[in-house]
């Protein structure tokens, strides 16, 4: 976090502004080219909407990298949907699960957002670990 001081004097008074601005200096990315991802018409169905990932073919690896290391980090507990089981509580599974969280935008061409989490750091050896 970056704390900036502005000084601002008017009259006889004196006023010390403090700003406090997240530094993103301190912000280390586990992919070098963010995924992106939109909802947009089913090109197979138009009466439909699917949920598009491009991932750039340079941060593949990382992003492999990036959910073993949240495995071995950041597993919780979860619901999940298994169409499998949907007979069983409406498919609504427990499981082990890890989260990849967006911002979410709206633009001309409809819903969209970036996938680009801070890289995890000194996480535990990832072989035989899941």
Aim: proline share 7%.
């Amino acid at each position: 976090m970056t704390i900036r001081s502005i000084q601002i004097i008017s009259s006889k008074l004196f006023y010390k502004i403090i700003l406090q601005m997240p530094d993103f200096n301190d912000f280390n990315p586990a992919l070098p080219i963010p995924i992106k991802w939109s909802i947009g018409p089913n090109r197979f169905n138009q009466e439909e909407e699917q949920l598009s990932f491009t991932i750039p073919v340079e941060s593949i690896t990382h992003l492999i990298d990036h959910l073993q290391n949240l495995v071995n980090t950041k597993t919780q507990e979860g619901t999940v949907y298994d169409p499998r089981k949907k007979d069983q509580n409406k498919g609504k599974v427990k499981a082990k699960v890890v989260y990849l969280n967006s911002k979410v935008m709206t633009g001309e061409y409809g819903t969209f957002g970036l996938i680009n989490p801070q890289k995890i750091e000194n996480a535990p050896n990832t072989q035989g670990l899941f």
